[in-house]
């Protein structure tokens, strides 16, 4: 036997299951969508562990300089400047992904590398050499290690 259920209440039970499955979408992809993006602290985490990935790659290239110079292992192209020309390359990537970098800041991190390309090129003494590394490694650590 079927009962009669008037038009003006199938469409009321019709808005309230709409609107329901509504709110429960809302929630469901506010809920996905807030674990997907990540938080503005976690892209800053990142880009210091780059920064400081970065600044200790650059550090070590002393290592390979010494070798440059003492006529063992690879060429001053292969073993330093091509090295210098990745990491240039790794920290344009990460200033990309800092917004919060300004100009002036990336000026000088780019310029810092470029100190240490021509000093490699000038054939300088690998303390003189070290000590331009450093300091390129510590100008990457304070615009974007963190430290």
Known sequence: MALYVSAGTRARR????????AAIA??????????QVPSIDDRVAEVSADGRDIATRL????????????????????????????ERVALQTTMDRAPWIRAAA???????????????RRGVGVARFKA???AAG????????GT
């Open 14 to 21: 019709t808005a309230i299951i709409a609107v329901a499955a």
């Open 138 to 145: 510590a100008l990457v650590r304070s615009e974007l290690g």
């Open 59 to 86: 550090e070590r290239l002393d290592i390979e300089y010494r070798q440059v110079v003492d006529g063992g292992g690879d060429s001053l192209a292969s073993g330093v400047l091509e090295p210098l020309r990745d």
């Open 26 to 35: 809302l929630v469901v992809g506010w809920a996905i969508g807030r674990n």
């Open 132 to 134: 331009r590394l450093d």
């Open 106 to 120: 990336r000026a000088r991190l780019l310029d810092a590398l470029a100190d240490v390309e021509a000093t490699a």
